[in-house]
């Protein structure tokens, strides 16, 4: 019904970039919130940031004034825009959507993407 598919991970150094993107197919009336969880070997899966429909976002103050979340809602496609990153952003990150199917548009169900690893090392 809906698929979410992510790209963009990989391997920097400390202080260096990365973009993720997520682009959500299939049977979509509509998505509410989008966001970005990331979950390190070991550790619970954690929430990095997220925004809704009308542009408000929200950041762990982990990566406040260092990660951007941003949609485009054109696309049905959330960005994870990655600066000076730190080898404790590494972690597998997960892409999240809250969407409403055009089969049954007054439940909103929640998706997630399979993944992808990005690793922070010198």
């Known amino acids: 019904q809906v698929q979410l598919a992510e790209s963009g991970g990989g391997l920097v150094q400390p202080g260096g970039s990365l973009r993720l993107s997520c682009a959500a197919s299939g049977s979509i009336f509509s998505i509410n919130g989008m966001g970005w969880y990331r979950q390190a070997p070991g550790k619970q899966r954690e929430l990095v940031a997220s925004?809704?429909?009308?542009?408000?976002?929200n950041y762990a103050d982990f990566v406040k004034g260092r990660f951007t979340i941003s949609r485009d809602n054109a696309k049905n496609t959330v960005y994870l825009q990655m600066n000076s990153l730190k080898p404790e952003d590494t972690a597998v990150y997960y892409c999240n959507a809250n969407i409403r199917l055009l089969r049954e548009r007054v439940i909103v169900y929640s998706y997630w993407g399979q993944g992808t690893q990005v690793t922070i090392s010198s």
């Open positions: 925004i809704n429909s009308a542009g408000t976002t």
